[in-house]
């Protein structure tokens, strides 16, 4: 992959978002696609999403030694901490799947608002198709613009209208869906609002997200998945080998 392009870091900061093409190479999609895939085999039954939308399992970068090479891919992470603008670490991955035929929408949502950050300039995450994600296969639909809003509750991904009664304005912004190829990434601000459509095909959608927060980011203390095992105190930085830098 060539060097980022000020352009694109422009459109990025401007839209909240970036498609960055071809960040896999065909091979490391293949090798990534198929570790992805025996993973979920053997811990399908360990998503944190219940509702049935799409299977989510977090920090495969700590059980699974190819799912750590992707988690810390320099060239991800090179492209992250350029848009970010400030040394980041990992909060989290996650492998995001869509089962065949799932028939359901991942609905508008921001992500920030669901972490128990402080003190932190920037958050974003890298969504890396390990398969092709063509609009009818539950690829994303962003709301340029919308990571200027950043004092919202977290919202019901469940409720296709829950951003919209608390931000009303966000209804009427023009919408962006983006396919993917295997290898491609987008690359969206915690606060940029986006929806992922239903897979309507017979093939599973394989995503696997890496999630980047700034290096001082801090616990506010609110419970949640990631850090409720960790005995953090309020204020203490999320650092360490919990929250490796990717480099």
């Known amino acids: 992959m060539s060097e980022l392009s000020d352009e694109v870091v422009a459109e ?25 895939t025996a993973y979920l ?7 944190l999403e219940k509702g049935g939308v799409f299977a989510q399992l977090v ?21 992250a901490e350029r848009l970010a603008g400030v040394p980041v ?7 995001l799947v869509k089962e065949p035929h799932n028939n359901a929408a991942t609905e508008f949502h921001q992500d920030r608002p669901y972490w ?23 690829c994303m639909t962003f709301l340029p613009g919308s990571h200027h809003q950043t004092t ?4 019901n991904l469940h409720d296709e209208d829950d951003l919209f009664q608390l931000a009303p304005a ?11 190829r295997a290898g491609d990434c987008t690359f969206h601000n915690s606060y940029t609002g986006h929806m992922a459509l239903p897979n309507r095909t017979d093939l ?6 890496t999630i980047y927060m700034d290096e001082a980011t801090q616990y506010n203390g609110r419970p949640h998945p990631v850090t409720d095992s960790l005995n953090l105190k309020p204020g203490d930085p999320l650092d360490g080998d919990a929250f490796p830098q990717p480099h």
Do not use: C, M
């Open 152 to 155: 919202l509750q977290p919202q």
């Open 89 to 95: 670490r990992v909060w989290h991955d996650q492998l």
């Open 59 to 79: 920090n495969v970068w700590q059980h699974d030694a190819i799912g750590r090479e992707l988690t810390l891919h320099p060239a991800v992470a090179r492209v």
């Open 116 to 138: 128990p950050h402080a003190n932190d300039r920037h958050s974003l995450s890298a969504w890396i198709a390990l398969v092709d994600v063509p609009p009818e296969r539950g």
């Open 12 to 36: 990025y900061r401007q839209n909240g978002f970036v498609r960055v093409p071809g960040i896999l190479g065909p091979e490391e999609v293949e090798r990534f696609r198929d570790a992805a």
């Open 41 to 47: 085999d053997k811990h399908r039954s360990e998503s």
């Open 204 to 209: 599973a959608r394989l995503a696997h997200v």
């Open 170 to 180: 966000l209804r009427w912004i023009p919408r962006v869906t983006v396919p993917l």
